[in-house]
């Protein structure tokens, strides 16, 4: 049996354009003809990536904490996140990170940051056009980056916080286009200027402002994240300096910024198109309801296509052995969409996840094992309560007739055309129906 299961003939060049441009259509295909486990070449890797979707293999994959990092992700998120991300270490150094940044992301702590999130929502919302058509995409990432700013960065100063979402909006959008990680990966390949040295300029503004959000919370700690990495100590009784937790707030603000306000637009496009479940959210004031909207829209949308490793040992998945230094990861929209774990994959139906809630293998939005998404719980509480935030005040309906196709944006799968809608006051409708 050969190193490699079987995959694609094509050029690497083919295989990445494919996926850039038709992910799901080329995901489909391999499925199709290679079954559970393939093999794609992506221009600039010397070695393919094996894709697996079955939740045993995923299983087998992800409890396995000395797998390594998957390639590629230092040479693209360094120079913004900066060489002490969380995103970007390994082994005793990634666990005392995740130590020490987890406890604000969970429970009593989490839930005081709802308020935050409400009121952000209500605040923007206010500010939607009425009757008609915009794109709600840029709207959730304009309340998904305040609500960063406000419940980690902690940035309470409205001028201060223009200035910061529009200095990171741009460096984020600079960094989102499929053209430019296509010339990444061509100057990987082929050498010449590197397309991401321009950025360095912008970071370089940003960290200023951010050294002085430090030195604030240094000074007089609050209730925002920013505050507790100040005050936290890693086992040995060391703090965080400032330079790593810059860097820190770099990678929460890229990690959680756009995956949360991309998986909120992907949940109102499939929410429009099912009126009954849009129904049934308004009406009811069951929170399991909104929990199962929320995780059927990130299996049928998953934000991030892959979250792989490259293996420290052997990995055995479906009759293949896979060698150490291997490229592994879950096609998780394959995953996500397998027949035999939902009945009728393609259909969108948060009822599936009332009587049980998702399997951990077979539903991985969030990655899984030692680098699981330390924002799973924050960012499903956000999905809710803005959620609830925007149905409670406006009646939204689709503003195109077809649903949105499947585009990636940065590395995310992200509403081709930003998922357009109009609004109507809810009062009217209550007017209307009377
Ligand atoms: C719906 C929204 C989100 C999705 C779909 C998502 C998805 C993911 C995935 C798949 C990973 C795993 C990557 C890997 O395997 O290496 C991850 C990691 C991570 N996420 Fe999220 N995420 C979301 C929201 C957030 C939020 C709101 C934050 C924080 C504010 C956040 C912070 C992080 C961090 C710091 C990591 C790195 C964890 C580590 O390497 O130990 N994410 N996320």
């Known amino acids: 049996m050969s190193a490699f299961p079987p995959g694609p003939a094509e050029p690497p060049v083919v295989q990445t354009l494919r996926w850039l441009l038709r992910p799901i259509s080329f995901l489909e295909s391999c499925r199709r003809r290679f079954g ?15 894709m697996v979707s079955d939740p045993d293999a995923i299983r087998a994959l992800y409890t396995v904490p ?4 998957p390639p590629g992700r230092t040479l693209a998120l360094q120079p913004i996140v900066g060489a002490r991300s969380l995103l970007l270490l390994e082994g005793r150094e990634h666990l005392a990170r995740r130590k020490l940044m987890l406890p604000p992301f969970h429970g009593a702590r989490m839930r005081a940051y709802e308020d935050t999130v409400r009121e952000v929502a209500a605040r923007d919302v206010e500010g939607w056009p009425r009757g008609e058509p915009f794109a709600i995409h840029p709207r959730m990432q304009a309340i998904t980056l ?13 001028v ?17 286009s499929s053209g430019l990680q296509f010339g990444v990966l061509l100057s990987r390949r082929f050498g010449g200027p590197d397309p991401l040295a321009r950025l360095g300029a912008q970071r370089e503004e940003i960290d200023a402002m951010l050294s002085a959000e430090i030195a604030e919370r240094r000074a007089d700690p609050r209730e925002d994240i920013l505050s507790m990495f100040v005050t936290a100590r890693f086992e040995d009784g060391e703090p965080m300096d400032d330079e790593e937790i810059r860097d820190q707030l770099m990678t929460l603000l890229l990690a959680g910024h756009e995956t949360t306000a991309t998986a909120l637009a992907w949940t109102f496009d499939l929410l429009l198109r099912h009126p009954r479940v849009l ?10 309801y909104v929990r199962a909207v929320v995780a059927e829209a990130l299996r049928l949308r998953p934000v991030l296509p892959l979250a792989g490793r490259r293996l420290s040992r052997e990995l055995r998945v479906d009759g293949h052995v896979l060698a150490p230094g291997t490229d592994v990861t879950p096609a998780i929209w394959l995953a996500h969409t397998r027949a035999d774990r939902y009945p009728e994959p393609f259909a969108f139906r948060p009822e599936r996840f009332l009587q049980s809630a998702p399997a951990t293998y077979a539903w991985v939005p969030f990655g899984g094992g030692v680098r699981r998404c330390i924002g799973a719980a924050f960012a499903e509480m956000e999905m809710r309560v803005v959620l609830r935030e925007v149905l409670s005040r406006v009646e939204l309906r689709p503003a195109t007739p077809a649903a949105e196709r499947v585009a990636r944006r940065n590395v995310t799968f992200s509403p081709a055309t930003g998922t357009r809608v109009v609004a109507a006051p809810r009062a009217s409708i209550a007017a209307h129906a009377a």
């Open 66 to 69: 000395e797998h390594h990092l």
């Open 36 to 50: 559970d486990v393939f093999s794609v070449t992506f221009l600039g890797f010397k070695t393919p990536m094996v």
């Open 160 to 176: 201060r916080r223009e200035r910061l979402a529009e200095r990171l909006g741009r460096l984020l959008a600079d960094t989102a």
């Open 279 to 288: 129904e049934r959210l308004v009406a009811e004031d069951d929170d399991a």
């Open 146 to 158: 305040a609500v960063i700013l406000l419940a980690v960065f902690g940035v309470t100063d409205p």
